[in-house]
């Protein structure tokens, strides 16, 4: 249980951040909070012969508020993200999700940036980016751009990051429905969860749904959102029916995968009941507010 | 730091406030050269990912997994131990309550827990059971099922509110 000989580097700043991913290719890989990546070390599963510590590109802690996107930085730690006023009210989605993500002391090191890296299905992060419409600039030896998160997470632990980019932030726009829900079901507190559901939507004059946006981790290999379903939502009323009819709409479009441990159905069956317990909380806190 | 070779690195760390001048290889866990190279054996080693809370240290005074952390990522950092907290004749507050509600048996994963509510304690002095076994879901305890904790990281925080329990 310890790392296989690296190479270690610390540099100052993105510029020299920048050099050294594309000075050693694909032999480096960067180090954020490290939540992932350590244990991945330390049992040999990744032994890249360099490291490049970002922990010290402070200015990628960061989160700006505009009329028109939260820009959060990459380095931004998991727990600032759940506490932090400015994105409890921008992004209140985001922040019950970074809530639950594994424990406290993981929370105050893991960062945004590097939990889209990282690309694991069932993580929260990548379910909200999604869900929400985020989109990650990433800088690279020819210049920044800007890609979809939802073209960003290709497969598990599969991104579109080639050698030499770094993310260095994530863009949620705005304004999002001032409605919302994360709900997740795991067999252990901190677990990644078997299913997760993340729900936004506003309600227009009439109460009726409008903005309407779903999305579910842990089903399939990467974060789904579910467009088609969205709209066929768009309008009606915020009731019982509309929420079963929503709930079995979802259990009838997903595919998960099927395992021993974990029965496709079993999951089928668990997103159901996630997706009708989101909607009603959402309810419920718009009635406690 | 740019490193070209692999020969150990030459490091200063900042421990419980006193500085240590250490050669330390670049893959050498903080929680390796903790028990190791400082002697400060408090810090317990379980799991070695990340997953069991044993070896949570504080760095810059936040909760952090000793084991998923490089010694040589502490330069410029400030790391705290279990060493540091209380005295034997005159424990911390939340020492103080795991030994009167039984918190504690074998003591394989109370420094863990100890550093973990040392800062959370002052980050939300008033917590409720719910919240504290939110937190303490972080650190593995196979001898007491946890009740005992609860209670006392709860009588802990009353205390250190200036409340007589």
């Known amino acids: 249980m310890k790392p296989a000989p690296f190479l270690y580097h610390r540099p100052a700043n993105l510029a020299d951040a920048l050099s050294l991913l594309r000075a050693h290719g694909s032999a480096a890989k960067p180090l954020a909070g490290g939540q992932s990546l350590g244990p991945m070390l330390n049992m040999r599963l990744a032994r890249p012969g360099h490291l490049v510590?970002?922990?010290?590109?402070?200015?990628?802690?960061?989160?700006?508020?505009?009329?028109?996107?939260?820009?959060?930085?990459?380095?931004?730690?998991?727990?600032r993200l759940a506490i932090a006023s400015e994105v409890r009210r921008s992004l209140p989605l985001l922040s019950a999700a970074?809530?639950?993500?594994?424990?406290?002391a993981i929370r105050q090191r893991g960062t945004i940036g590097g939990s889209l890296a990282h690309a694991d299905p069932a993580a929260q992060l990548p379910l909200i980016a999604v869900t929400l419409g985020a989109s990650l600039v990433i800088a690279g030896p020819e210049g920044t751009r800007e890609v979809a998160a939802s073209d960003f997470l290709q497969s598990i632990m599969t991104v579109d990051l080639r050698d030499g980019e770094l993310i260095t932030a994530l863009r949620f726009p705005l304004p999002v429905g001032g409605l919302w829900a994360f709900e997740y079901f795991s067999r252990r507190h901190g677990d990644f969860a078997l299913v997760s559901v993340a729900l936004s939507f506003a309600r227009d004059e009439e109460g009726k749904i409008d903005a309407l946006r779903i999305g579910l981790g842990g089903v399939e290999t990467v974060p789904l959102r579910l467009p088609e379903i969205e709209a066929r939502m768009q309008?009606?009323?915020?009731?019982?029916?509309?929420?079963?009819?929503l709930a079995a709409a979802v259990a009838a479009t997903i595919a998960p995968e099927d395992s021993e441990q974990v029965p496709a159905v079993y999951r089928r069956e668990l997103a159901e009941t996630l997706v009708v317990r989101a909607f009603q909380s959402a309810l419920n806190r718009e009635e406690g507010a | 730091m740019n490193a070209s070779t692999h020969e150990p690195l030459t490091l200063s760390l900042s421990v419980n406030g006193e500085t240590h001048d250490l050669q330390v290889p670049a893959r050498k866990l903080l929680s390796d050269v903790l028990r190791e190279d400082l002697g400060l054996t408090g810090t317990h080693v379980g799991c070695e990912h990340g997953v069991c809370g044993a070896c949570t240290v504080l760095i810059d005074g936040r909760p952090a997994r000793a084991c998923l952390t490089f010694a040589a990522q502490m330069e410029g950092h400030e790391v705290t131990t279990i060493e540091a907290v209380g005295r034997p004749d005159a424990l911390s507050a939340l020492q103080q309550a795991l030994h009167e509600e039984h918190g504690l048996q074998c003591g394989f994963c109370t420094a863990g827990i100890v550093m973990t509510f040392e800062h959370y304690l002052r980050e939300n002095p008033t917590p409720t059971a719910s919240e504290v076994r939110d937190v303490l879901s972080g650190n593995l305890c196979r001898c007491t099922g946890y009740q005992n904790i609860v209670a006392a990281v709860l009588k802990a925080a009353a205390r250190m509110r200036g409340e007589s329990v």
Do not use: K, M, Q, W
């Open chain 1, 98 to 104: 970074a809530a639950t993500i594994g424990h406290y």
């Open chain 1, 53 to 79: 510590d970002l922990n010290d590109l402070i200015e990628l802690d960061s989160v700006r508020v505009t009329d028109s996107f939260v820009e959060i930085g990459a380095l931004t730690r998991h727990h």
């Open chain 1, 235 to 245: 309008g009606r009323p915020a009731d019982e029916t509309t929420i079963r009819d």
